[in-house]
């Protein structure tokens, strides 16, 4: 047991972060994200939230200085889904970075290349849809 690490972050998710290198991007998904197909570094985190998650990553991981640090997956054009979740992403991200800007959206096709990119993919049982985040590490 260490002091000052959130209890949710466990050693192989601690391990990714602290490899991670300035620029790279990291993946919170929602349970409906295809995680497996998208990227070959896939952390489990099955029975927690993304806004748990969330929280508990940004205690230890700096944000990009870059005005696009935080990505949403945009709802498809005719889907009717509400969003209420990136509400609560923006109040996370405001406590947990000051580099925090606001969001920005890119469609659901251009989030899946950017995950395959991507340094790795936490995979959560978030049940909200369009729920999905990415995040571009910063310096300390």
Not at 1 to 28: R, T
Not at 86 to 111: C, L, M, Q, V
């Amino acid at each position: 047991m260490l002091k000052n690490i959130p209890p949710i972050l466990g050693p192989e998710l601690l391990k990714v972060l602290m490899e991670m290198g300035h620029g790279d991007e990291i993946v919170i998904a929602d349970g409906n994200f295809p995680c497996a197909s998208m990227n070959q570094r896939v952390i489990r985190m099955d029975g927690l939230s993304v806004p748990e998650v969330l929280k508990a990553v940004l205690t230890l991981f700096p944000l990009d200085h870059a005005a696009q640090n935080v990505i949403l997956m945009a709802v498809t054009p005719g889907d009717k889904v509400e969003t209420p979740i990136w509400k609560e992403y923006d109040a996370i991200a405001k406590a947990g970075d000051s580099h925090y800007k606001g969001y920005e959206t890119i469609d659901r096709f251009a989030f899946y290349e950017r995950t395959k990119k991507a340094y790795a993919v936490i995979a959560t049982s978030e049940k909200a849809l369009y729920a999905n985040i990415l995040l571009k590490k910063g310096v300390v």
